[in-house]
């Protein structure tokens, strides 16, 4: 009970909780004309479209305006060169609807937001705070709540420093907590540190309960499949159209998944599969916002394959593979999964003209169904050399225990009776282990490859 209570002290509101009320939002970019920050895969306008998506993700945001600013350097104090920054204030200050202001960047600081918020005189988000909100609306299970609440620390810690130096600037320096020998910064900081550690708790018990399911599934050699890419990709419609499960719902919109969550399969020789649907990933995704998913993105460590699924008709598709790439990179998987990552274009059926640009990726389209035979024959030969299955036909006497054997220990896929002398010839997909226990129990039994 006392754990119980403790979780939901954990779980309980957000102090950087944006709210459900409405907001009118001005998107406003710094386009980056040269340099090492402008990157060489997009542009400006596309930026902003994809800023532009994350609103309208949130419920009773509305986008008023959209602005592109030029900037040398989008990492100095207010963003934009001072006549540019001018500019901006004046045109956002003739805005009398607008509520906010979301600056394309990943992160300002807390001393940044406070002063561009006494300028424009309405509130400043950037893509670190949109992106957690879209999470904590789109947050179901517990993980995934603890997660987000790990990922504020950062930004309830940067808070806390500008929140202490105006009070110091207001009252001429620091004081003493009620007598304590803390002062009020000192306090604050051991409570985060302690709210942090308690979450990082929390959060490895419930890694070794998913471990421990997963040592489970090991036990009853199911291969498993993580499906992995750009947010809204296509990556739940891929797995409902894998599956055939009619309770998968997916949403046409950025990270509507959060959580990892398993679906059931068969591949074309009856081999049962298990389908991971993982967290979507997005361009200057803050590297606190992955760390603190890192317990949630783990899981694919122990796949026996990655899918990586693409939106080939998206303008930045090239830049969302480097994207997924590289995020992929630092979670330091095993290089044979890396190397054997199968690459999925989807959304065919939007495109006019189909041009293969990249060797041995497969075009497909999850909605209408194309491509997706071609798909799961690639995912079988991948299956079958990744766990290390054979395929064998095996000859069984049917008055023996052979045949029950195989249809509890491998999987069937053909079965044809020799009447004449009460055999039959068994087609049978076969982990290595479950082989090894078969030639031991039937050492006489006749196999061919």
């Given amino acids: 009970e006392e754990e119980e209570a403790e979780l939901e002290e954990l779980l309980g509101p957000s102090p950087l909780a944006l709210g459900l009320g409405a907001q009118r939002v001005a998107v406003v970019h710094p386009a ?5 920050k402008k990157s060489p895969f997009t542009t400006a306008e596309l930026q902003v ?6 609103v309208d993700t949130l419920q009773n945001w509305t986008v008023l305006d959209k602005i592109i600013i030029p900037t040398k350097n989008p990492d100095k104090k207010f963003v934009f060169g001072k006549g540019n920054f001018q500019v901006l204030t004046e045109k956002i200050k003739k ?3 607008l509520t906010a202001v979301f600056l394309n960047v990943e992160r300002v600081s807390s001393l940044t937001k406070r002063e561009l918020e006494e300028a424009w005189g309405v509130k400043v988000f950037d893509r670190y705070t949109v992106v957690l909100h879209i999470f904590r609306c789109n947050a179901r299970t517990r993980e995934a709540k603890l997660q987000i609440a790990l990922a504020e620390i950062p930004l309830l810690r940067s808070n806390l420093k500008n929140e202490v130096s105006q009070l110091d600037q207001q009252r001429g320096g620091s004081r003493y907590v009620m007598g304590s020998g803390e002062t009020f910064l000192e306090t604050q900081t051991r409570i985060l540190k302690e709210k942090e550690l308690k979450i990082r708790r929390a959060l490895e018990k419930l890694r070794r309960k998913r471990s421990l399911l997963r040592s489970q599934r090991r036990k009853r050699e199911f291969p498993v499949i993580s499906v992995m890419g750009y947010t809204n990709c296509g990556k739940t419609t891929l797995i409902k159209a894998l599956t055939g499960e009619a309770g998968l719902q997916p949403r046409d919109q950025l990270f509507a998944t959060l959580d990892i969550t398993a679906h059931g399969g068969y591949l074309p020789s009856r081999v049962a599969v298990i389908y991971v649907d993982t967290i979507g990933f997005l361009t200057d995704l803050p590297h606190n916002l992955v760390e603190s998913f890192s317990a949630t993105l783990e899981e694919v460590a122990y796949s026996d394959l990655i899918v990586h699924v693409r939106d080939i008709t998206h303008p930045e598709t090239i830049l969302q593979k480097a994207t997924v790439l590289s995020v992929l990179k630092n979670l330091h998987l095993p290089s044979h999964l890396l190397d054997s990552m199968v690459e999925v274009h989807n959304k065919v059926d939007l495109l006019e ?3 293969p640009t990249e060797e ?3 075009a497909i389209s999850a909605l ?5 035979e071609e798909l799961k024959e690639e995912l079988e030969k991948k299956i079958l050399t990744a766990t290390g299955k054979k395929i064998l036909t095996v000859n069984v006497n049917l008055e023996g225990p052979q045949l029950s054997w195989l249809y509890k220990e491998a999987t069937v896929q053909e079965v044809e009776v020799v009447p004449e002398d009460g055999t039959a010839l068994v087609k049978v997909i076969i982990s ?3 082989f090894g226990r078969y030639r031991n129990l039937f050492p006489n039994s006749k196999i061919s490859v």
């Fill in 360 to 362: 041995n990726a497969l």
């Fill in 432 to 434: 290595n282990s479950a």
């Fill in 95 to 97: 805005s009398p609807h």
């Fill in 32 to 36: 980056v004309k040269w340099g090492p």
């Fill in 49 to 54: 479209a994809e800023a532009v998506a994350l």
């Fill in 353 to 355: 003209r189909y041009d």
């Fill in 368 to 372: 209408h169904g194309h491509g997706l």
